[in-house]
């Protein structure tokens, strides 16, 4: 652990939802079971697997130690959180949660919950995708498809976004997405979609074309989404809702999908996509193997002068209804 205790004695008081130790990374051996969080006021410590009790003691101890040295006489907030043969438990070490928890990431406001669940309302490792889409968003019209709270979305209306559509099966997420609006003070511009995305291509395509889409669906959630079947499924669709020169971030965080998995089901659903670029993930999730981490891959349609190839139906020439599948939020 002591790679991790080192992190804790040189931390500051940080501003921002952030990642402060990354051990799921392999860059520091012993420690690829831990991983450190802050959503200010709270700290959050995830074990995946099974903590000791004199483990716990020892991260307690140098959490307050250093906490005393950054934020003299003020309370230490922190949350564990266990991930063992895929449940979780998660408990209030020390102090308390607000409520409601607001959070920041370079001047946008999140509602998050850090007391349940694994997924806490805003996916720190996407903060560069979201900057990416703040600083390209200007006057476009976004797709924001396994929109999660929507966190997207208000990056998207920071960056000049025209209009933004969410859409999230979940109406929870979606709810909390809305709020997140109201948060940052955007009562305009985006609307907000509860529906199982396979079953709203109609719809879709209707409020495009799209100057960009945002694709971030979970990796596998059986019977809902599983990466391997359903994001060909998808991908076929976007020629058709992007605008020339549109362009389109896929998503994807599956260790065991690399990069070659996304650029060879759209070469061979959506060929005439073209790929740019991946981004660069933050460096507070670096990895020692970069293809084992989030993958944020960007396309863009062909412009106005480029052939445009004809709206493919489905594999088997079924007729769009038959391509119904359920979705769970993504992110």
Same mark, same amino acid.
């Given at each position: 652990?002591?790679?991790?205790?080192?992190?804790?004695?040189?931390?500051?008081m940080p501003t921002d939802a952030q990642r402060l130790f990354h051990g799921r990374g392999g860059?520091?051996?012993?420690?690829?079971?831990?991983?450190?969080?802050?959503?200010?006021?709270?700290?959050?410590?995830?074990?995946?697997?099974?903590?000791?009790?004199?483990? =716990?003691?020892?991260? %307690?101890?140098?959490?307050?130690?250093?906490?005393?040295?950054?934020?003299?006489?003020?309370? =230490?907030?922190?949350?564990?959180? %266990?991930?063992?043969?895929?449940?979780?438990?998660?408990?209030?070490?020390?102090? %308390?949660?607000?409520?409601? @928890?607001?959070?920041?990431?370079?001047?946008?406001?999140?509602?998050?919950?850090?007391?349940?669940?694994?997924? @806490?309302?805003?996916?720190?490792?996407?903060?560069?995708?979201?900057?990416?889409?703040?600083?390209?968003?200007?006057?476009?019209?976004? =797709?924001?498809?396994?929109?999660?709270?929507?966190?997207?979305?208000?990056?998207?209306?920071?960056?000049?976004?025209?209009?933004?559509?969410?859409?999230?099966?979940?109406?929870?997420?979606?709810?909390?997405?809305?709020?997140?609006?109201?948060?940052?003070? =955007?009562?305009?511009?985006?609307?907000?979609?509860?529906?199982?995305?396979?079953?709203?291509?109609?719809?879709?395509?209707?409020?495009?074309?799209? @100057?960009?889409?945002?694709?971030?669906?979970?990796?596998?959630?059986?019977? *809902?989404?599983?990466?391997?079947?359903?994001?060909?499924?998808?991908?076929?669709?976007?020629?058709?809702?992007?605008?020339?020169?549109?362009?389109?971030?896929?998503?994807?965080?599956?260790?065991?999908?690399?990069?070659?998995?996304?650029?060879d089901q759209m070469h061979e659903a959506a060929p005439e996509l073209i790929f740019v670029e991946?981004?660069?993930?933050?460096? *507070?999730?670096?990895?020692?193997?970069?293809?084992?981490?989030?993958?944020?891959?960007?396309?863009?349609?062909?412009?106005?002068?480029?052939?445009?190839?004809?709206?493919?139906?489905?594999?088997?020439?079924?007729?769009?209804?038959?391509?119904?599948?359920?979705?769970?939020?993504?992110?």
């Amino acid at each position: 652990m002591q790679a991790l205790l080192d992190t804790i004695a040189r931390m500051v008081m940080p501003t921002d939802a952030q990642r402060l130790f990354h051990g799921r990374g392999g860059l520091h051996p012993g420690c690829e079971a831990w991983t450190l969080d802050t959503y200010p006021p709270v700290w959050v410590l995830t074990r995946f697997g099974e903590a000791s009790d004199d483990e =716990l003691a020892t991260v %307690s101890a140098a959490l307050a130690a250093r906490h005393g040295q950054i934020a003299p006489g003020e309370p =230490l907030n922190w949350v564990f959180q %266990s991930r063992h043969e895929g449940r979780s438990e998660t408990r209030l070490m020390a102090g %308390s949660v607000p409520e409601p @928890h607001v959070v920041t990431e370079r001047g946008a406001r999140y509602l998050v919950h850090v007391l349940k669940g694994q997924n @806490h309302g805003l996916f720190l490792d996407m903060a560069e995708g979201r900057q990416w889409v703040r600083e390209h968003a200007a006057g476009a019209k976004v =797709l924001n498809l396994f929109a999660y709270t929507c966190a997207f979305s208000v990056a998207a209306l920071q960056g000049g976004a025209k209009q933004v559509v969410n859409v999230d099966m979940s109406a929870g997420a979606i709810a909390i997405g809305q709020q997140n609006h109201a948060l940052n003070g =955007l009562q305009a511009g985006a609307s907000f979609l509860a529906h199982d995305i396979f079953k709203t291509w109609g719809k879709l395509t209707r409020s495009g074309p799209y @100057h960009l889409i945002v694709v971030d669906p979970p990796s596998y959630q059986k019977g *809902s989404f599983v990466a391997t079947k359903d994001y060909a499924r998808l991908m076929r669709r976007l020629p058709d809702l992007l605008r020339p020169d549109g362009e389109v971030l896929l998503c994807l965080n599956a260790p065991e999908l690399d990069t070659a998995f996304l650029q060879d089901q759209m070469h061979e659903a959506a060929p005439e996509l073209i790929f740019v670029e991946r981004l660069p993930n933050p460096v *507070s999730f670096a990895d020692v193997s970069p293809e084992r981490a989030l993958k944020v891959l960007r396309y863009r349609a062909p412009g106005l002068d480029a052939p445009r190839a004809q709206t493919r139906g489905l594999p088997d020439g079924q007729p769009e209804q038959a391509e119904q599948a359920p979705q769970a939020p993504g992110g």
